[in-house]
């Protein structure tokens, strides 16, 4: 059964920066295809960005330039730097598996690390 866990969010100011990780179990990490939604209350859960075992990347448009996707296939660990965080930005971070990349149907999901940013 792969696992995921997500952590690094926390509270920050508008501005700031901040780094998600997500530590996989399970599976086999090096052939995995990794993506990043969010959840703002109220909405609906949206993609963010993706990984495949090559470290291909790709992002939804509004988040190009601001964030930026990375693994440790050592750590099995994926990443996301989040720059420049805004209020708007505010919600529940997930990390998920995807069945294939660049699909973003989603295999296994983590439980969520909530990011609020204060204006």
């Known amino acids: 059964q792969v696992k995921l866990v997500e952590s690094g969010g926390g509270l920050v100011q508008a501005g700031d920066s901040l780094r998600l990780s997500c530590v996989v179990s399970?599976?086999?990490?090096?052939?995995?295809?990794l993506a990043w939604f969010r959840q703002i209350q109220g909405e609906e859960r949206e993609f963010v960005s993706a990984?495949?075992?090559?470290?291909?990347?790709h992002y939804a448009d509004s988040y190009k330039g601001r964030f930026t996707v990375s693994r440790d296939n050592g750590k099995k660990t994926v990443f996301l730097q989040m720059d420049n965080l805004q209020p708007e930005d505010t919600a529940v971070y997930y990390c998920?598996?995807?069945?294939?990349?660049?699909?973003?149907?989603?295999?296994?999901w983590g439980e969520g690390t909530l990011v609020t940013v204060s204006s």
């Open positions: 998920a598996v995807l069945f294939r990349y660049p699909s973003t149907s989603v295999n296994f």
């Open positions: 399970g599976g086999t990490f090096n052939r995995m295809s």
């Open positions: 990984i495949n075992w090559r470290s291909e990347t």
